[in-house]
């Protein structure tokens, strides 16, 4: 795959150096999730510098008088998407089947950039321009639930035409059309879901299985083997839940009795780390024998390495979403709605979710998917079964000066 020079722009070169090793290595080598690490741990304290910033002067993103559309007229679409989040031409890796069919469709010429390689610093990078009243010049975002949350809170989202979406409106599976951040879903609707469960190389622990937080951080014969995640919603709400919390209620103290239980285990140094980018490497490798680990990888993973397993607990798993929200100011909203309908088709959907591995959100994909790879239509990772889904848990909406605070404590934690 080609880069656009401008996605290296102020990457480490670390971060730029596993990237391009990513694009000769084959697709499984770097998903979206783990270049999502890799910028973040380059972030250190900016995670708290985006913290309260006062909604657009003009009123709430959803005014049509404010936001008018320009979509009939100017036929384009800028969406900015994460890197190797879309389906790819396996001989050209300049196509991209999904979206270029889409083009031919409807002709909407889309301009796609992967310029989104941590929510925060995203969030940084246009919220300047949403504060003055202006275009952010993209007009469909793919953003983490909680940060798709504070737009939509700051009112700079713009409110979705259910009309110009009837896929996406039958099409959306039940357990998501309940989201803390946008009740009713009338701004947003997920392109994947995320889960972040157990994972374990057989190899490295022996033969042991796996199955839980507590013996991450509790069992002897793991330890200096172990990692968890430098993502604070899932490697907190994961412990949270070991510890029979509920992260989709938690209060003040409930937070710091997960970050404490952690702490213990690092000052008795059972976790070897808190990984980002790597972890799949030492995983695969068994420098790693058990982790926090998110479930597209895993299932790529386990493609090349026999030995990788993994585990929902019974106490359950961290479930998110990745989702496109319309910015206030875009000038192609009715564009960007044709888009969200045309990728709730489920023989889209399917196509798509062969391709990125992650939990798919649209009823019917699976039926689809049993056309393209039979194996993916059975993986409880893509597509779970009620039970699977049912144990599966949000973290809660938080406010700027909740979020600040509970990321200061976790910054400590892990070292930031």
């Not at 722009?9 to 999502?36: C, H, I, N, Q, Y």
């Not at 310029?115 to 940084?124: A, K, L, R, V």
């Not at 479930?319 to 910015?327: C, E, S, Y």
Request: hydrophobic fraction near 35%; charge should be negative; proline fraction near 6%.
């Amino acid at each position: 795959m080609d880069l656009d020079p401008q996605l290296y722009e102020g990457l480490p070169d670390p971060v730029r150096k596993a990237w391009e090793r990513s694009l000769t290595s084959g697709r499984a080598a770097m998903s979206r999730r783990r270049l999502l690490r890799l910028g973040s741990l380059t972030m250190g304290g900016a995670a708290l510098a985006a913290c309260g910033i006062p909604p657009a002067e003009g009123g709430r993103g959803d005014d049509p008088d404010e936001n008018p559309d320009y979509s009939k007229k100017e036929r384009v679409l800028n969406f900015a998407n994460w890197p190797l989040y879309i389906d790819v031409d396996d001989k050209d890796k300049k196509k991209r089947p999904t979206l270029d069919r889409f083009e031919r469709q409807t002709g909407i010429k889309v301009k796609y950039v992967e310029d989104i390689n941590d929510n925060n610093e995203f969030y940084g990078k246009i919220k300047p321009q949403l504060a003055a009243g202006q275009s952010t010049g993209r007009d469909l975002v793919c953003l983490t639930d909680w940060m798709a949350g504070r737009l939509i809170r700051q009112g700079w989202a713009q409110r979705l035409d259910p009309a110009r979406m009837p896929n996406a409106v039958a099409n959306l599976e039940d357990r998501f059309r309940t989201a803390a951040q946008d009740p009713g879903r009338q701004y947003s609707y997920p392109w994947a879901g995320i889960a972040c469960v157990v994972a374990y190389n057989k190899k490295a622990t022996g033969g042991k299985k796996v199955t839980s937080v507590s013996q991450l951080l509790e069992d002897e014969s793991l330890k200096g083997k172990v990692s968890m995640l430098t993502e604070m919603t899932d490697t907190v709400g994961m412990t949270m839940l070991d510890l029979g919390i509920d992260p989709e209620k938690f209060d003040g103290d409930d937070f710091d009795k997960a970050i404490a239980r952690i702490q213990k285990a690092v000052d008795r140094k059972q976790l070897r780390r808190f990984s980002g980018n790597d972890y799949i490497d030492e995983l695969s490798s068994g420098d790693i024998a058990a982790c926090l680990a998110w479930a597209g990888d895993i299932v790529q993973l386990k493609l090349d390495n026999p030995d990788i397993e993994f585990a929902i607990p019974e106490s359950g798993y961290r479930f998110a979403t990745d989702d496109l929200l319309v910015p206030a100011k875009a000038r192609h909203r009715a564009n960007a709605e044709d888009l969200i309908n045309y990728y709730y088709d489920p023989e889209v959907a399917a196509e798509l979710t062969a391709w990125v591995n992650y939990i798919c959100p649209v009823s019917g994909a699976k039926a689809e998917m049993e056309k393209i790879d039979k194996d993916l239509a059975e993986d409880p990772l893509i597509f779970p079964d009620a039970r699977t889904a049912g144990r599966g848990k949000a973290f809660r909406p938080m406010s700027d000066k909740e979020q600040a605070r509970y990321e200061n404590k976790f910054a400590k934690l892990i070292g930031a």
